[in-house]
Nanobody, 124 residues
Framework: QVQLEESGGGWVQPGGSLRLSCAAS????????MAWFRQAPGKEREFVAT????????DYADSVKGRFTISRDNAEATVYLQMNNLKPEDTDVYYC?????????????????WGQGTQVTVSS
């Protein structure tokens, strides 16, 4: 059984930064692509970023390119999302997810495990 637990969300003013973490339990974390998504109440889930098992491939939504950075530490079974220059439109619940097979850009893959989410609020 795999569990994903996000942390690091909170409130920040526009232009500020947050670093989200997603800690995974279970074996073989290093074998899987991981991704971040976000969703607000009443809205569709939106892809944010993805990273391949080795960290050698990453992809980002156009709305966060140049501001967000995804990374991973396979030894710690953790994936991170560094978010800089945050904007009010980044306010959402952020979820990490594990891709079932391979690596898919733009979040188009299939994901079998999801975390419970962490709230990010950007406002003045």
């Amino acid at each position: 059984q795999v569990q994903l637990e996000e942390s690091g969300g909170g409130w920040v003013q526009p232009g500020g930064s947050l670093r989200l973490s997603c800690a995974a339990s279970g074996r073989r974390f290093s074998s899987f692509t991981m991704a971040w998504f976000r969703q607000a109440p009443g809205k569709e889930r939106e892809f944010v970023a993805t990273i391949s098992w080795s960290g050698g491939n990453t992809d980002y939504a156009d709305s966060v390119k140049g501001r967000f950075t995804i990374s991973r530490d396979n030894a710690e079974a953790t994936v991170y999302l560094q978010m800089n220059n945050l904007k009010p439109e980044d306010t959402d619940v952020y979820y990490c997810a594990r891709e079932i097979l391979g690596y898919s850009a733009s979040g188009t893959g299939q994901y079998d495990y999801w975390g419970q989410g962490t709230q990010v609020t950007v406002s003045s």
